[in-house]
């Protein structure tokens, strides 16, 4: 397609845009900070100095925090407080463990609300998920889909697919195609 958005949390959670089939790059060749869009304005201090980006609520560090609070207060799951890893949360959630669906259901609602933002500002063809929480696919990307449901225009969420990447942890994709431009140019 010749318009997408690619979404990827990890350490962080950031973005790239597609536009007329060429990557998107702002001045200082750096764009996508989608993690450091307000999502909660009561939220936690994030590192950059602003309170409640989306970083602050939907990154691996985020998401293991969460469930390591919620074991501490007394909830009942399949995970321990000595595997409270990404990979361990979404497998638990695909497993049908209440405590990890909830959270990942949470993590999806909170990018959701980031993603409907980028797509009401770019208009993409296609929006893509990349990282460990991808892992959650059913249950991460249903709770995505119902914020794009409430929250973009008709016409920019219609025929929208919203899908995990196929190229699951090979990021340096990316880069190459950076650089294989740039000597093509």
Do not use: W
């Not at 979404?7 to 900070?33: D, Y």
């Not at 990282?131 to 119902?146: C, F, R, V, W, Y």
């Amino acid at each position: 397609c010749e318009d997408s958005l690619l979404v990827r949390v990890h350490r962080g959670t950031g973005a790239g845009f597609i536009i007329n089939e060429q990557i998107f790059l702002g001045k200082n060749r750096n764009v996508g900070e989608l993690g450091h869009i307000q999502i909660d304005p009561l939220g936690e201090r994030c590192y950059c100095g602003n309170f409640g980006c989306l970083e602050t609520v939907a990154s691996n560090a985020a998401t293991e925090q969460r469930v390591r609070n919620l074991l501490n207060q007394g909830y009942q799951s399949k995970l321990t407080l000595d595997d409270c890893s990404i990979s361990a949360i979404c497998k638990a959630a695909n497993k049908g463990d209440e405590l990890a669906i909830n959270v990942i259901e949470l993590v999806g609602r909170y990018l959701g609300r980031g993603i409907s933002m980028a797509i009401n500002l770019f208009n993409p063809q296609k929006v893509v998920i990349t990282g460990d929480i991808a892992e959650a696919e059913k249950t991460l990307l249903a709770a995505i889909q119902s914020c794009i449901d409430t929250q973009v225009l008709i016409n920019f969420r219609k025929d929208l697919p919203v899908v995990v990447s196929q190229l699951d942890h090979r990021s340096a994709i990316g880069s190459f195609a950076l650089v294989k431009r740039s000597m093509l140019n």
